[in-house]
């Protein structure tokens, strides 16, 4: 389980310190630190993945290259150490500005499994994303699915 | 040069289709999603940054495992392809809510080796950070400085 433990340092306890740290530095931005780098992340990830679906989509040329960079940043997204981002106390409820439902704390076995079911995805659309359109839309699927599979369970609807 | 190639992918063209469909996803959210996405990633760095910042400066304890994580996350951040991100005509007089001065685009390749030296400041950091609290002293100030050598020639002052 190293690589479960890798993706969700710190999760369950021993970041305190780290959690006072981020909003020292982040807490003039307003919203909770925490949060703020969650949506940070969020961001990143649809940056991304938009590259990859205007490709899928047929709204944008295929570009071998700059779809396996786009996945390639994806990989690298979900692959970080998440602990301190979802550090217990940051979701609908204890804080402003986020859906996080607190079900993620209570089932964050099941979370980490989903986190690392996108990775998994991600590093399969990395392959596939430079072998040619088919193999990226064959791809994107399971990715855009490995993310749903998340804000299904554990985002407050809009 | 193929590292500062991944590192910048897609600086120089090819890239018109990526950040139409990144526009087309994030263009709801109101700030130009160019610009967004740099933020995003301004926000992780900084919220990692805070973690060894902390105990850098003796305001949080020091935690080996911690301190890695958010080297290793500052490491991964710091290698994203960066192309679509720094598209050009995404700059102060182009854009709202941007200080990424038009110097960047007019000395790209100074702009890579800044960002190539920060990567390799976040490895440096990565390695130090487990190894107890001096050696997390020694490279903070590195990378920091790594930090400021790209927003001091090239981002607004506030």
């Known amino acids: ?7 969700f340092l710190g999760l369950a306890g021993g970041i305190a310190g780290a959690s006072i740290a981020a909003t020292a530095v982040l807490a003039q931005e307003g919203l909770n630190p925490v949060v703020k780098a969650r949506h940070a992340q969020m961001t990143l990830f649809a940056f991304n993945l938009g590259t990859l679906g205007a490709m899928a989509q047929d709204k944008a040329e295929y570009d071998a290259e700059a779809a396996t960079a ?4 994806i990989v690298k997204l ?3 150490a ?10 609908v409820g204890d804080v402003e500005g986020t859906r996080a439902l607190p079900a993620i704390w209570e089932n964050m076995d099941d979370v980490i499994t989903k986190a690392v079911a996108l990775n998994e995805a991600a590093v399969a659309m990395e392959a596939a ?30």
Do not use: V
């Open 1 to 7: 389980m190293t690589r479960r433990r890798t993706l």
């Open 70 to 73: 786009a996945a390639g940043n």
């Open 78 to 80: 979900s692959s970080l």
């Open 82 to 91: 998440a602990g301190p981002m979802w550090a217990p106390g940051t979701g």
């Open 129 to 158: 994303a430079g072998e040619g359109l088919d193999s990226l839309k064959a791809a994107f699927g399971p990715l855009g699915a490995a993310c749903g599979e998340c804000h299904k369970s554990y985002r407050e609807p809009e």
